[in-house]
């Protein structure tokens, strides 16, 4: 086999397939021209305007709004077809594929025809530009994979200006050449290449007479040119990759994990929910890490921008939460950074980057990534506090959102005072010579066992019981907020649950208006626990193990996640699913209700 497929430099790109797929994925409303004998997969799944002038029309589903398709049977019929689009699409393709006819002649021929539907910026890409062997490399098939003289457009095209490029990868399985800015192609100079290339007969020459780019740098090369031109004040951010070398600490390797199922659920939904995924056992936790951003700037709740990437504090969601907080602009889930769409592109105001908060010091970031969320304050703030606490050494500072007096209140009862704390302001910019995080893989609310044992010895120390007990039986409601005009997720007969409930030996308490220390204690002494799904039932992570809960949601999107919770922690849980009112005109979080008779016959049941 050709030795250079094996891929130099080849980052995170596989192979052909991964790197053109890559690029629309970077560039979902890019504009695609393909030329092929058929049309791949990849271009099937582009969403933005796809022209296919290939010898059939595609089989297979197309993803794309704006498809068009020009029957290019033979060499002859594709040019035909090539020019008659040219009257439709002149200048309008940002991404022209070409993988039809092999043979010189007719690829030279192709390039002239297609060179009209590009415009200054526009990147060709060629398939089979990488002949594994010199009997694959010549002008008429020889064997049964035969990919032609493509590799000879090498030389042949000749890139000139700011725009031009040139770049050979040597991309499993036969490469991919990326081409842009070149001048139409002398017919004439077909035959001279041949005469050329005529001494090239064993693989060794054909190594020699070839040269190759790096697939990440040809794949950044193309990037550049599909980006569009930004304003001065304006900088591009893309999401990390999640390959970075970052200095990392282990703290928790990813594991596999046998999730205990439900006791039961009780499907109560009248909107045919699916609940068959709370009963997979096979599950991998996430891998939990210190990382280290040395010269990064933060933004917002916890955007880390480093040389012109974005990073999150779950590795694997960068780009589902840069195109989140980009989608957000101008609202809450915008989530304070500024970061905005700009064509294909994400952008951040410079401005937003002036006038930094400078921190010359070793710290370590504690804003959970919902600052004002409970649960994540549970799950995310207190690990952090309780890394800071125990490696005094490697941090100068606590920076962490605590402008709600809960917030410092819980910080200076695991130990963190004002001294220690820098007060994380959302709406400033933070240039940090050395930003530590913990960091997670993935986000699945799994609780490690380390962080079990923070839980038991914080619970240990600080609960302190209610004037009023610690009832063995548990009711977490919602109430108040669900009473209040407008409120998120309220369950619109609550009352009649917590009436029958009474009747069960359930307690209804309201977590949030309790000192923290007394929320420890009533979940820490609690036998069973019934509660509507919510940051209230974060506090589990203080019960004993076997605890019985049973968490009442109004749909699947959070029960897998908090049921993590709850397996994690060796406690016996049940589920029981409500029914959302589908005229509530929220995307999300609608008001809905229960058939309360049914949930609690299944309650009694168990509890």
Same mark, same amino acid.
């Given at each position: 086999?050709?030795?250079?497929?094996?891929?130099?430099?080849?980052?995170?790109?596989?192979?052909?397939?991964?790197?053109?797929?890559?690029?629309?994925?970077?560039?979902?409303?890019?504009?695609?021209?393909?030329?092929?004998?058929?049309?791949?997969?990849?271009?099937?799944?582009?969403?933005?305007?796809?022209?296919?002038?290939?010898?059939?029309?595609?089989?297979?589903?197309?993803?794309?709004?704006?498809?068009?398709?020009?029957?290019?049977?033979?060499?002859?019929?594709?040019?035909?077809?090539?020019?008659?689009?040219?009257?439709?699409? !002149?200048? =309008? #393709?940002?991404? &022209?594929?070409?993988?039809?006819?092999? *043979?010189?002649? +007719?690829?030279? /021929?192709? %390039?002239?025809?297609?060179?009209?539907?590009?415009?200054?910026?526009?990147?060709?890409?060629?398939?089979?530009?990488?002949?594994?062997?010199?009997?694959?490399?010549?002008?008429?098939?020889?064997?049964?994979?035969?990919?032609?003289?493509?590799?000879?457009?090498?030389?042949?095209?000749?890139?000139?200006?700011?725009?031009?490029?040139?770049?050979?990868?040597?991309?499993?399985?036969?490469?991919?050449?990326? !081409?842009? =800015? #070149?001048?139409? &192609?002398?017919?004439?100079?077909?035959? *001279?290449?041949? +005469?050329?290339? /005529?001494? %090239?007969?064993?693989?060794?020459?054909?190594?020699?007479?070839?040269?190759?780019?790096?697939?990440?740098?040809?794949?950044?090369?193309?990037?550049?040119?599909?980006?569009?031109?930004?304003?001065?004040?304006?900088?591009?951010?893309?999401?990390?990759?999640?390959?970075?070398?970052?200095?990392?600490?282990?703290?928790?390797?990813?594991?596999?994990?046998?999730?205990?199922?439900?006791?039961?659920?009780?499907?109560?939904?009248?909107?045919?929910?699916?609940?068959?995924?709370?009963?997979?056992?096979?599950?991998?936790?996430? /891998?939990?890490?210190?990382?280290?951003?040395?010269?990064?700037?933060?933004?917002?709740?916890?955007?880390?921008?480093?040389?012109?990437?974005?990073?999150?504090?779950?590795?694997?969601?960068?780009?589902?939460?840069?195109?989140?907080?980009?989608?957000?602009?101008?609202?809450?889930?915008?989530?304070?950074?500024?970061?905005?769409?700009?064509?294909?592109?994400?952008?951040?105001?410079?401005?937003?980057?002036?006038?930094?908060?400078?921190?010359?010091?070793?710290?370590?970031?504690?804003?959970?990534?919902?600052?004002?969320?409970?649960?994540?304050?549970?799950?995310?703030?207190?690990?952090?506090?309780?890394?800071?606490?125990?490696?005094?050494?490697?941090?100068?500072?606590?920076?962490?959102?605590?402008?709600?007096?809960?917030?410092?209140?819980?910080?200076?009862?695991?130990?963190?005072?004002?001294?220690?704390?820098?007060?994380?302001?959302?709406?400033?910019?933070?240039?940090?010579?050395?930003?530590?995080?913990?960091?997670?893989?993935?986000?699945?609310?799994?609780?490690?066992?380390?962080?079990?044992?923070?839980?038991?010895?914080?619970?240990?120390?600080?609960?302190?019981?209610?004037?009023?007990?610690?009832?063995?039986?548990?009711?977490?409601?919602?109430?108040?907020?669900?009473?209040?005009?407008?409120?998120?997720?309220?369950?619109?007969?609550?009352?009649?649950?917590?009436?029958?409930?009474?009747?069960?030996?359930?307690?209804?308490?309201?977590?949030?208006?309790?000192?923290?220390?007394?929320?420890?204690?009533?979940?820490?002494?609690?036998?069973?626990?019934?509660?509507?799904?919510?940051?209230?039932?974060?506090?589990?992570?203080?019960?004993?193990?076997?605890?019985?809960?049973?968490?009442?949601?109004?749909?699947?999107?959070?029960?897998?996640?908090?049921?993590?919770?709850?397996?994690?922690?060796?406690?016996?849980?049940?589920?029981?699913?409500?029914?959302?009112?589908?005229?509530?005109?929220?995307?999300?979080?609608?008001?809905?209700?229960?058939?309360?008779?049914?949930?609690?016959?299944?309650?009694?049941?168990?509890?």
């Amino acid at each position: 086999m050709y030795p250079h497929l094996t891929g130099p430099g080849s980052g995170n790109i596989r192979n052909s397939e991964h790197f053109c797929r890559e690029l629309l994925r970077r560039f979902p409303g890019a504009r695609l021209c393909v030329i092929a004998a058929t049309t791949p997969a990849w271009a099937l799944e582009h969403t933005g305007p796809l022209l296919c002038v290939t010898r059939e029309a595609p089989a297979k589903p197309f993803r794309s709004g704006d498809f068009g398709f020009l029957r290019g049977d033979s060499s002859a019929e594709a040019l035909a077809a090539l020019r008659t689009a040219r009257a439709r699409h !002149a200048g =309008g #393709f940002d991404i &022209i594929f070409i993988d039809h006819d092999h *043979r010189l002649p +007719a690829l030279v /021929a192709q %390039v002239n025809a297609a060179l009209p539907l590009a415009h200054a910026k526009t990147v060709f890409l060629f398939d089979d530009a990488v002949p594994p062997t010199i009997g694959m490399a010549g002008p008429e098939p020889t064997q049964g994979w035969w990919v032609g003289e493509v590799w000879m457009l090498a030389h042949m095209l000749a890139p000139e200006g700011p725009q031009g490029r040139l770049l050979t990868c040597a991309l499993p399985p036969t490469g991919l050449m990326v !081409a842009a =800015g #070149f001048a139409p &192609i002398d017919p004439a100079a077909v035959d *001279r290449t041949r +005469a050329a290339m /005529a001494g %090239v007969t064993t693989d060794a020459a054909l190594a020699e007479v070839s040269s190759y780019t790096r697939h990440d740098i040809a794949f950044d090369a193309a990037c550049e040119l599909l980006q569009a031109e930004l304003p001065e004040d304006e900088v591009r951010v893309v999401p990390s990759t999640g390959h970075e070398p970052l200095p990392r600490r282990i703290l928790v390797p990813q594991q596999a994990w046998l999730k205990p199922p439900p006791a039961f659920v009780c499907n109560l939904s009248s909107h045919g929910l699916d609940p068959r995924r709370l009963f997979e056992a096979q599950r991998h936790t996430h /891998a939990k890490m210190i990382d280290s951003f040395e010269d990064a700037t933060l933004l917002g709740f916890g955007a880390i921008i480093k040389d012109g990437r974005y990073f999150h504090r779950y590795v694997n969601s960068a780009e589902l939460m840069l195109a989140r907080l980009a989608d957000g602009f101008g609202g809450y889930s915008n989530e304070a950074t500024g970061l905005h769409r700009f064509g294909d592109a994400v952008v951040l105001p410079r401005e937003r980057l002036e006038d930094p908060v400078v921190l010359d010091m070793p710290v370590l970031f504690g804003t959970p990534e919902e600052p004002h969320n409970w649960g994540m304050w549970l799950l995310i703030g207190l690990p952090s506090a309780a890394e800071f606490l125990a490696n005094r050494d490697r941090y100068g500072k606590f920076l962490c959102y605590a402008e709600q007096p809960w917030q410092r209140r819980l910080l200076e009862m695991v130990g963190i005072g004002p001294a220690e704390l820098i007060r994380h302001d959302v709406s400033r910019s933070y240039r940090c010579s050395a930003l530590h995080l913990i960091r997670h893989s993935a986000r699945d609310l799994f609780v490690t066992a380390d962080e079990r044992a923070i839980f038991a010895a914080l619970a240990d120390r600080i609960a302190r019981p209610p004037a009023t007990g610690t009832p063995e039986k548990l009711f977490i409601s919602r109430l108040t907020r669900t009473r209040k005009l407008g409120a998120y997720r309220g369950m619109t007969n609550e009352e009649a649950l917590i009436e029958g409930l009474q009747h069960l030996g359930f307690v209804a308490v309201e977590p949030e208006y309790l000192p923290f220390e007394e929320q420890v204690a009533l979940f820490r002494n609690a036998r069973s626990i019934v509660g509507l799904g919510g940051a209230a039932m974060f506090n589990t992570v203080f019960c004993r193990p076997g605890t019985r809960v049973v968490t009442i949601e109004s749909t699947l999107t959070f029960v897998d996640a908090h049921t993590n919770i709850f397996g994690s922690l060796g406690l016996d849980y049940g589920v029981i699913l409500g029914d959302e009112d589908l005229t509530d005109p929220r995307a999300s979080q609608r008001r809905w209700s229960l058939d309360v008779p049914r949930a609690l016959e299944r309650i009694a049941a168990w509890s």
